[in-house]
């Protein structure tokens, strides 16, 4: 049984029976004439606004307020701001990360150079401390706030960080149990063991469940024997090939001739000279389209054997005997729970490319404002004399500031997963079997790493093209931000496949929450119920409100969601389609549905962190980039919202030029809003990106 509850969309509207949705549904359905000021307060610009007309007749109307940098800095930076103000200071004055023309150096001396830097920021004190740091949701909080300030510098030399600490200890600190971790804390803290992490196969990328390599248990001698059968089953993109001494590899558990599924092994790689260990092949890919200071290889083995406590034992066990035990009692859960472990290394990913997009527009925005072209007629013969910045035309303002908005958008999200995530660790430690099924936390994060990386790409070609011939220059770091960036859509998960699990939890709820047919009703009022609202509030002017621009993302959510639905089902059901080939004709819609749904979601946590922002002048910007977030995201599908109703064409209309009128407001600003960032001038190291 579902509970259901009386409600009414629009005051005085007749009540109608709806299904008991989660607190974050229930928001489309209560009634919000004043819904605006419940979500954020009055606005402050009106209320001002209003005050100022009775006290200031006939006088001059006061400057706006500029953006207080240090205030909404410390109020972006979170909880953690005095330490990224430590690691800002670190990578400003440490020679080593004075970044120059990387990329023109030989292989040999780029990955050497990467390699200084990593081992130097794994050894601050800062980072030693969190990796000694006992409670595991500060652990990680610390790391993925640690992650975005680094995410400035060399990106060879991030990625090479982040092999070592998110995925290969990442992995023995989700998939190890508290015993192993503690066995093997000292020599991690101290960088006994530089690691990597192989899963990827030759023959196997995202079906990570068909990888062929083996760790087979010898009962005799308590051993696993990690093998390479085939040539599809050598490891490859492996970071940290050539210097990393120990490995946690992803082989088939064959206990007594039973295949139980891919299992995570602590293999190590490297004796204390840093030379290879017998039955280890390590073969380097060479140059790469970019992150050429990391030392990708190939890898296999030959009948290696290592102890049987190196299998990593948190959600599986096998006894001296050889017998097999696991926590949970299906290999799909235990094959879900080993993904949901590593998921903390896709929000560093979240985190770098949120870096990267800062930088990226701290070069765009700073050069927009030193180069002057064209300007308006005078009588003044000097051409100079009239030109202005080209931040003032219209389009280098549509191009740039949207994506820095999606930046502060995506600022706060990260934020939010990092809160829940947390949450899921203390569940782990309560009930690691209930944690293990949390199958949501892995679709969010999975859906917000595919929506910024991808929009990390679009921005910084943007930012390229916005500084014209000087952005393709090598010193000006765009180029090479490009070449380097551009791996991040397709790892640490393919980003079309990402969306697709998106999705495929989106419709598992779904069934969940509709199984009864009584729901065929309430089905239809919850995309026309939503559908209805957001026409009335572009009715009656109120495009600009975050009433409307809420239910418009809610209403496209929805009814996409629905729309999918009864499209696979007409195909499985009706059609006796095969559900795999139904799916494949159905992928466009299931992208579609998950990006929205991800945007809606950076919409409710940028909403959240203009409600608890400082009040004055920095709420009043950030409700500003709020309302340009949301929409751009319309703006960019006019053409389906025209289709379903919501907006006509002076609708469409209207939202481009709300736009156009919010970017012109927020761009006397974009100075101070990219400097709250605190990007280290050695970080951005362009010369046309000089600060004035």
């Given at each position: 049984t579902t509970t259901v509850r009386l409600m009414s969309v629009n005051e005085g509207e007749p009540y109608v029976l709806v299904p008991e949705f989660p607190a974050e549904l229930d928001y489309y359905f209560r009634p919000s004439s004043d819904l605006e000021t419940q979500l954020l307060?009055?606005?402050?610009?009106?209320e001002e606004e209003k005050k100022s007309k009775g006290k200031s007749k006939g006088k001059r109307s006061k400057k706006k307020k500029r953006v207080d940098v240090a205030e909404l800095r410390r109020y972006v930076d979170g909880e953690h701001w005095r330490d990224k103000d430590v690691l800002r200071e670190?990578?400003?004055?440490?020679?080593?990360?004075?970044?120059?023309?990387e990329s023109t150096l030989p292989l040999g001396e780029q990955r050497l150079l990467t390699k200084k830097r990593a081992i130097a920021i794994v050894r601050h004190p800062m980072i030693v401390e969190q990796i000694r740091q006992p409670d595991m949701v500060n652990k990680l909080e610390m790391g993925f706030a640690y992650s975005e300030v680094l995410g400035f510098t060399d990106l060879s030399c991030l990625i090479k960080c982040g092999v070592h600490s998110y995925l290969f200890m990442g992995s023995l600190m989700g998939l190890g149990t508290d015993e192993q971790m503690e066995r093997w804390l000292d020599d991690l803290a101290e960088l006994r063991m530089f690691g990597m992490f192989m899963m990827t196969e030759l023959g196997h990328g995202s079906n990570v469940r068909a990888i062929e390599t083996t760790a087979t248990y010898d009962?005799?001698?308590?051993?696993?024997?990690?093998?390479s059968p085939t040539k599809n089953s050598m490891k490859v993109y492996i970071g940290n090939a050539l210097h990393g001494n120990h490995g946690v590899v992803f082989a088939r558990l064959i206990v007594d001739g039973s295949d139980y599924g891919p299992q995570a092994f602590l293999v190590r790689m490297r004796d204390a000279n840093d030379k290879l260990l017998p039955g280890i092949t390590v073969r380097d890919l060479g140059p790469k389209m970019g992150l050429n200071g990391i030392d990708n290889g190939c890898i296999s083995f030959d009948s290696v054997r290592i102890p049987r406590g190196n299998m990593l034992q948190r959600l599986a066990t096998v006894s001296k005997d050889g017998k097999f035990s696991s926590i949970l009692d299906t290999p799909t859960k235990r094959f879900n729970a080993t993904l949901l472990a590593l998921l903390p290394t896709r929000v560093s990913v979240i985190c770098s490319a949120i870096a990267v997009m800062k930088v990226a527009l701290t070069v765009a925005t700073r050069y927009s404002m030193n180069r002057v072209q064209f300007g308006p007629s005078t009588n003044d013969a000097d051409t100079a004399a009239r030109e202005m910045p080209i931040m003032n035309f219209q389009t280098h303002q549509k191009r740039l500031l949207p994506a820095l908005a999606m930046v502060y958008a995506l600022d706060f999200t990260r934020k939010q997963v990092g809160r829940m995530w947390g949450e899921h660790v203390r569940l782990v430690q309560a009930d690691p079997v209930k944690a293990f099924q949390d199958r949501e936390s892995e679709a969010l994060i999975s859906g917000l790493k595919a929506l910024a990386t991808w929009e990390m790409i679009r921005t910084v070609q943007n930012c390229r093209e916005c500084c014209g011939g000087a952005g393709f220059m090598m010193e000006?770091?765009?180029?090479?931000?490009?070449?380097?960036?551009?791996?991040?859509v397709t790892f640490e998960g393919d980003n079309t496949v990402l969306y697709q699990q998106v999705a495929k939890d989106l419709l598992a709820q779904y069934a969940e929450q509709?199984?009864?047919?009584k729901f065929t009703g309430a089905l239809s009022f919850l995309t026309g119920g939503v559908l209805q609202r957001a026409r009335n509030l572009f009715l009656t002017g109120n495009v600009y409100s975050f009433d409307f621009l809420r239910y418009a993302l809610a209403f496209k959510e929805t009814r996409l969601l629905h729309t999918l639905a009864a499209r696979l089902l007409w195909r499985v059901k009706k059609n006796e389609q095969d559900s795999f080939l139904a799916w494949n004709e159905c992928l466009d819609h299931l992208i579609t549905l998950a990006k929205t749904h991800v945007e809606r979601i950076v919409l409710d946590s940028f909403l959240r962190g203009v409600r608890e922002a400082p009040k004055g002048a920095s709420q009043i910007i950030l409700r500003k980039l709020c309302r340009l977030y949301a929409l751009s995201r319309i703006d960019e599908d006019r053409v389906w919202?025209?289709?379903?109703?919501?907006?006509?064409?002076?609708?469409?209309?209207?939202?481009?030029n709300l736009m156009i009128k919010l970017s012109s407001e927020i761009a006397p600003h974009c100075l101070d809003l990219v400097d709250v960032?605190?990007?280290?001038?050695?970080?951005?190291?362009?010369?046309?990106?000089?600060?004035?």
């Open positions: 307060g009055v606005g402050e610009e009106e670190f990578l400003a004055t440490d020679p080593l990360f004075r970044l120059g023309n009962a005799q001698t308590e051993e696993f024997i990690v093998h000006n770091r765009l180029a090479s931000l490009r070449m380097d960036c551009d791996i991040f509709f199984a009864s047919s919202y025209l289709e379903q109703g919501v907006i006509n064409a002076n609708g469409s209309t209207t939202v481009r960032w605190g990007v280290p001038q050695s970080c951005v190291k362009a010369p046309i990106a000089a600060k004035l």
